[in-house]
């Protein structure tokens, strides 16, 4: 059975920093591409940023230059390391996977197949 786990959110002020991990398990065979996405209320769910096999990564213009993604392949673990957190930022944040083939356009939701249960990052000014 797949399984992404996240863990690391957290409340913090901004300026902070905090670093997700997303576990996964269940696999048989390794996603295409993995990423993180996020929801604050009332908005719709945002792609934040990806990484496929192929090796390409993806982020969102609003964090770019803030947050990184990563992943270790022999502990099944994604990450995303935000850095300079605002309090736009606060928001449920949502590891996914997908078995595609081919992704054209990671930060799209539609495209993922496999969702986490989320886990909460509160920025406070």
């Known amino acids: 059975q797949v399984q992404l786990v996240e863990s690391g959110g957290g409340s913090v002020q901004a300026g902070g920093s905090l670093r997700l991990s997303c576990a996964a398990s269940g696999f048989t065979y390794r996603p295409y591409c993995m990423g993180w996405f996020r929801q604050a209320p009332g908005k719709e769910r945002e792609g934040v940023a990806a990484i496929c096999s192929d090796g390409r990564t993806s982020a969102a213009d609003s964090v770019k230059d803030r947050f990184t993604i990563s992943k270790d392949n022999a502990k099944n673990t994604l990450y995303l390391q935000m850095d300079s957190l605002k309090p736009e930022d606060t928001a449920m944040y949502y590891c996914?996977?997908?078995?595609?083939?081919?992704?054209?356009?990671?930060?799209?939701?539609?495209?993922?197949?496999?969702w986490g249960q989320g886990t909460q990052v509160t920025v406070s000014s």
């Open positions: 996914a996977a997908t078995l595609a083939g081919y992704v054209r356009r990671p930060l799209v939701s539609g495209y993922y197949d496999y």
